[in-house]
């Protein structure tokens, strides 16, 4: 008999601290990208109170006014209440971005250097990337997180349409899935917390997400009376975003990814321009593995691959079907070699990433969206991979 066992996801608001940093970050590079497309790009950005910090490496011919590009994402997350502290027109901008170092260009450069081994172009860092897909959801993802994003973007969508005026831009939504094996037999609890404007009572705000939000985005199905709601479980939200807490670049890798279910190499990826084999090596690992599972080779499928910094070819590819391959796993590492090039230029050249694309992948996930524009979410290779097989 299969194991019953529940497995749990988060996903985070535009407003969330972490995730308004992830927006400046994405915004920068975006117009870097919009002017320059071989523009190198590694934007980190710092939040807290009234104060934004941004910083990084940038070497790019753009010309850019970074201040109004951080006024410009805040004003869009919606921080324009003047009974908050963080607000779009009222921030103080730091600006501590320099260019890159010569020595890491070397290694990504294609073009000769002394103690380089290749003149091709290498990848940007050391490190280990995973790609997941599996076959629970349309979108090829895990149930638990895809739950929670839909729950997140609806929110916000139901906050910008300005329909319910005392919602505010932070908040988080977490979901707890049933499994007998991998089949999806219900959801145990719910919790969603949004900050909220303090006029509001704390029944009003329990009364809407549930019926308005939860039993109007989740299967009907998988809720039963045993399903735990919790919503704004403190009592109280009203102080957030980079007040309430700090905000910083890069913090939510498994918020989006897959919520836990797949392995993650912790590389973050906003800010990050797609010659760091961070960003685009997991988005690859994304679209191998999504072909893989789109093909029927098997229902889950997860990919690992690792790079040395300079260096063209990954050092490891591995898969793992966690058992419900079709084919053998090996005939399918083997199909996958054949049929996807992993060196960094031919990742960039496959998914066409030197676009300004990467704003659309900020919030709700930087997987299982359907928009033509993120490449690693095609399912072209679905014919090619079971040819190789």
């Known amino acids: 008999m299969s194991r019953r066992y529940i497995f749990a996801s988060e996903s985070v608001g535009e407003g969330h601290p972490d995730k308004v940093c992830d927006t400046i970050s994405d915004a920068v590079l975006d117009a870097c990208l919009a002017q320059d497309p071989n523009s190198r790009v590694a934007c980190e950005t710092y939040a807290k109170s009234n104060m934004v910090v941004v910083g990084g490496e940038i070497t790019t011919s753009a010309k850019l006014d970074y201040t109004a590009l951080v006024r410009e994402s805040v004003r869009g997350i919606g921080y324009v209440h003047d009974d908050d502290v963080f607000h779009a027109d009222k921030l103080f901008v730091m600006n501590i971005i320099t260019a890159q170092s010569p020595d890491i260009a070397q290694g990504v450069d294609a073009v000769a250097a002394e103690g380089k081994e290749s003149a091709e172009q290498g990848a940007g860092d050391q490190g280990l990337m995973f790609g997941f897909a599996c076959n629970e959801t349309p979108e090829l993802m895990p149930a638990p997180v895809m739950f929670a994003h839909r729950l997140g973007s609806t929110l916000t969508a139901i906050r910008k349409s300005g329909a319910v005026d005392w919602l505010?831009?932070?908040?988080?939504?977490?979901?707890?899935?049933?499994?007998?094996?991998?089949?999806?037999?219900?959801?145990?609890?719910?919790?969603?917390?949004?900050?909220?404007?303090?006029?509001?009572?704390?029944?009003?705000?329990?009364?809407?997400?549930?019926?308005?939000?939860?039993?109007?985005?989740?299967?009907?199905?998988?809720?039963?009376?045993?399903?735990?709601?919790?919503?704004?479980?403190?009592?109280?939200?009203?102080?957030?975003?980079?007040?309430?807490?700090?905000?910083?670049?890069?913090?939510?890798?498994?918020?989006?990814?897959?919520?836990?279910?797949?392995?993650?190499?912790?590389?973050?990826?906003?800010?990050?321009?797609?010659?760091?084999?961070?960003?685009?090596?997991?988005?690859?690992?994304?679209?191998?593995?999504?072909?893989?599972?789109?093909?029927?080779?098997?229902?889950?499928?997860?990919?690992?691959?690792?790079?040395?910094?300079?260096?063209?070819?990954?050092?490891?590819?591995?898969?793992?079907?966690?058992?419900?391959?079709?084919?053998?796993?090996?005939?399918?590492?083997?199909?996958?070699?054949?049929?996807?090039?992993?060196?960094?230029?031919?990742?960039?050249?496959?998914?066409?990433?030197?676009?300004?694309?990467?704003?659309?992948?900020?919030?709700?996930?930087?997987?299982?969206?359907?928009?033509?524009?993120?490449?690693?979410?095609?399912?072209?290779?679905?014919?090619?991979?079971?040819?190789?097989?």
């Open 168 to 389: 505010r831009p932070d908040a988080k939504s977490q979901v707890s899935v049933i499994y007998e094996g991998h089949k999806i037999v219900g959801i145990s609890n719910v919790v969603i917390s949004t900050q909220h404007a303090e006029s509001v009572s704390h029944e009003t705000i329990r009364s809407f997400l549930i019926e308005e939000v939860i039993r109007k985005v989740l299967p009907a199905e998988l809720i039963t009376g045993d399903t735990q709601f919790l919503i704004n479980p403190t009592g109280r939200f009203v102080v957030g975003g980079p007040q309430g807490d700090t905000g910083l670049t890069g913090r939510k890798i498994i918020v989006d990814t897959y919520g836990g279910m797949g392995r993650h190499g912790g590389g973050a990826f906003s800010g990050k321009d797609p010659s760091k084999v961070d960003r685009s090596a997991a988005y690859m690992g994304r679209y191998v593995a999504k072909n893989v599972v789109a093909a029927g080779l098997a229902d889950r499928c997860e990919v690992q691959f690792a790079y040395a910094i300079g260096y063209p070819d990954p050092v490891s590819i591995h898969i793992d079907t966690f058992g419900t391959h079709k084919v053998d796993e090996v005939k399918i590492e083997e199909a996958v070699s054949r049929v996807f090039s992993f060196k960094p230029a031919q990742i960039v050249k496959q998914l066409n990433l030197l676009r300004p694309i990467y704003s659309k992948t900020t919030n709700y996930g930087h997987f299982g969206k359907n928009d033509p524009d993120l490449t690693w979410e095609r399912t072209d290779k679905v014919e090619a991979l079971r040819a190789a097989v």
